[in-house]
């Protein structure tokens, strides 16, 4: 309903009378005719710019989503290069781990910290950048996050000690990915209702595990040869010819200004929205140490050489296409991305569990397959559920943003963790991966508390 003292700011070639329930008379010609009309809420109409100073409570009526066509399925494409340049990026950060621990001298769990600040920082500045994103941002959070993502690589390529890696890899790159994630996933939102969702970002997402062979093959080939410094410069020079592509193609459908809080408390009212948010805490805790991990696994504990570790990370990362495509498209044609995600998760910590029992270089090839697909899964299908718990289009920025910020600690944390735990036992990683079990497996529980707190409301 519009407030009587915000009538100034639309712009009717008619009049107006206020009734007593609330709603608004449109006076016709006639001195004595009167029709009763109610103005609501909407969501933004398509491409319409509303004054910064306006609030959520002022928007227009939109046209409902396409729901597909050559912009839409575009967008997607462009989602998919911001994805690769980020998070493909991050989960490559096995050959690093390795590549740090041996040249600096320093722990495994403090080489670790440099990818879970960066991870950290991709999910928590999500908040912020939610916020601006609804505020009508998005070509600036585009624009300064693939800047601040090729100052970081580059940046990269020229560092010599610890905190210079720390600087550009974990916190330059970190905010530019932080800048870029809620945003790319409220991009591909926008253009496909809650029904037709999954897949889109599931497609999307795949940029993340073909970055994830990409990068480890760049590596693979030129990291003997010319050394780390050329070597990541190739991969800034990759990211770069992306994000010209990226420059080029993006259209944001929604570009709103609307006014409202950096954080909506009232979320977190909704048992539904709290208990997803604590559930996908506890999943990524444990979830992101093997891709960081395995390299260093095979190397120390099946003493493989340092090609076949690398040789463990790609599977990891290249079977991932398939666990973001299968469940995807299970989640839109029959189940829906919250059903779908609980199995995912529950089947992350099975095998995070199973891994204790590996004891050769083609038994981990074999749980690396299994892995691979089940946490690509969930990390496909978690943003989707999410998104599908916010029915108002000019607040998912900042309720995806929310969720992003509280999971970051879990990102930051868990890696270290996992670290300490394997140097405070002489090198057995069996602590660390029962620390993995044990939380995504809490997590699994505590997502079917949520859905079960959603059920009346219907499949999501």
């Known amino acids: 309903m519009v407030s009587k003292n915000r009538l100034s700011m639309i712009q009717l070639p008619i009049q107006l009378r206020e009734m ?99 991870l950290f920082l991709l ?26 993502q090729l100052i970081g690589v580059f940046a990269t390529s020229f560092a010599t000690v610890y905190w210079q890696f720390f600087l550009a890899q974990g916190i330059l790159q970190g905010i530019g990915n932080g800048f870029l994630f809620t945003p790319l996933v409220a991009l591909v939102s926008s253009y496909f209702s809650p029904p037709k969702r999954t897949f889109p970002l599931g497609l999307a997402s795949c940029g993340a595990p073909t970055g994830g062979v990409v990068f480890p093959l760049i590596a693979r080939q030129l990291l003997p040869q010319i050394g780390l410094g050329w070597t990541t410069r190739v991969m800034g020079f990759v990211i770069l010819f992306n994000v010209t592509l990226i420059f080029i193609f993006m259209r944001p459908r929604v570009v709103n200004r609307v006014k409202g809080p950096l954080i909506e408390w009232r979320a977190f009212k909704e048992p539904a929205y709290s208990l997803f948010a604590i559930g996908v805490f506890f999943a990524l805790w444990g979830l992101y ?40 498209l299970l989640s839109d044609k029959y189940f829906g991305p919250y059903n779908t995600l609980i199995p995912s998760v529950f089947s992350v910590g099975v095998i995070l569990f199973c891994w204790i029992r590996v ?9 690396g397959v299994f892995y691979g697909f089940w946490a ?50 002489q090198g057995s990683f069996l602590s660390a991966q029962l620390f993995g079990g044990a939380t995504v497996l809490l997590g699994t529980a505590i997502l079917v508390l949520g859905r079960i707190a959603k059920f009346t409301a219907g499949p999501v």
């Open 289 to 328: 140490f093997a891709y960081y991990y395995v390299a260093v696994y095979g190397k120390s504990v099946l003493h493989v050489s340092s090609d076949s570790s690398l040789i463990l990370l790609m599977v990891m990362n290249s079977v991932g296409v398939a666990g973001r495509l299968g469940p995807a």
């Open 123 to 148: 999910f928590f500045v999500g908040t912020f950048s939610g916020r601006a994103m609804d505020a009508g941002f998005f070509r600036s959070l585009i624009i300064s996050g693939c800047l601040m």
């Open 359 to 367: 004891e050769s270089f083609d038994g981990m090839l074999a749980w």
């Open 20 to 118: 007593q329930d609330g709603s608004f008379s449109v006076l016709d010609s006639g001195p004595n005719s009167t029709t009763s009309v109610n103005i609501i809420s909407k969501p933004p109409l398509d491409g319409v710019n509303l004054d910064s100073e306006t609030d959520s409570s002022l928007n227009l009526i939109s046209k409902p989503p396409p729901d597909g066509g050559i912009t839409a399925w575009t967008q997607v494409c462009v989602a998919y290069l911001l994805v690769f340049n980020g998070f493909g990026y991050v989960s490559s950060f096995g050959i690093f781990q390795e590549y740090y621990t041996e040249t600096l001298g320093r722990t495994a769990s403090d080489v670790s910290w440099v990818g879970s600040v960066q």
């Open 376 to 425: 690509n899964s969930v990390q496909t299908l978690f943003p989707s559920a999410l998104s599908s718990l916010t029915v108002d289009p000019t607040k998912l920025g900042v309720r995806v943003g929310m969720v992003f910020t509280i999971i970051s600690i879990a990102c930051l944390t868990g890696p270290p963790i996992a670290g300490a735990l394997i140097q405070a036992n």
